[in-house]
T-cell receptor, first 112, second 114 residues
Framework: GEDVEQSLFLSVREGDSSVINCTYT??????LYWYKQEPGAGLQLLTY?????DMKQDQRLTVLLNKKDKHLSLRIADTQTGDSAIYFC????????????FGGGTRVLVKP | DGGITQSPKYLFRKEGQNVTLSCEQN?????MYWYRQDPGQGLRLIYY???????QKGDIAEGYSVSREKKESFPLTVTSAQKNPTAFYLC?????????????FGPGTRLTVT
């Protein structure tokens, strides 16, 4: 079955690292994504990881995937006030016609 | 500029009226999607279309209808049968195929029904 879960809220000080966690249940997922949503706007793709990888780094972003535990995390280094947003993880299952299943989103608040 | 547009940004309707939300893309994407977002919740898939003249129900299709007569357009009608229509509606498009693909999102329409 498809179920993606995230914690609701994260508060972090500017300059610190943020870690956003996500768990999923479908072991047949092929790609896992992180999207960012700023207030009142649509979602923007931040990064993604293929299910046979365990880590991906992209500038300040590091994605870790533990396929055995079905756990995905997004680390943002040197968090800035502009990183305040809602972050969604999503899994894609090719067999389900490229549909994405989204988690509930983690609201990240960066304090100066 | 290529992109996906939704209009209007804010929409107000009286209970019992049908309302149609517009979604247009000029990215030449085959697939289009409608999601509903409620406060503190993730996105739930309403309908999706992988090709012109074809669409499938998502997880919460009841009370909604769509059409896909043109590749560029995927309008969503919120009918009076939808019990809780007030929400933020997001449209997305993608070019599915092998490998990773990105869903491009529009800016959303906030619908308020009173």
């Amino acid at each position: 079955g498809e179920d993606v879960e995230q914690s609701l809220f994260l508060s972090v000080r500017e300059g610190d690292s943020s870690v956003i966690n996500c768990t999923y249940t479908d072991s047949s997922s092929t790609y896992l994504y992180w999207y960012k949503q700023e207030p009142g706007a649509g979602l923007q793709l931040l990064t993604y990881i293929f299910s046979n990888m365990d880590m991906k780094q992209d500038q300040r972003l590091t994605v870790l995937l533990n396929k055995k535990d079905k756990h995905l995390s997004l680390r943002i280094a040197d968090t800035q006030t502009g990183d305040s947003a809602i972050y969604f993880c999503a899994e894609e299952i090719k067999a389900a016609g490229n549909k994405l299943t989204f988690g509930g989103g983690t609201r990240v608040l960066v304090k100066p | 500029d290529g992109g996906i547009t939704q209009s209007p940004k804010y929409l107000f309707r009286k209970e019992g009226q049908n309302v149609t939300l517009s979604c247009e893309q000029n990215l030449n994407h085959d697939a289009m999607y409608w999601y509903r977002q409620d406060p503190g919740q993730g996105l739930r898939l309403i309908y999706y279309s992988q090709i012109v003249n074809d669409f499938q129900k998502g997880d919460i299709a009841e009370g909604y209808s769509v059409s896909r007569e043109k590749k560029e357009s995927f309008p969503l009608t919120v009918t009076s049968a939808q019990k809780n229509p007030t929400a933020f509606y997001l449209c997305a498009s993608s070019a599915p195929g092998q490998g990773v693909y990105e869903q491009y999102f529009g800016p959303g329409t906030r619908l308020t029904v009173t």
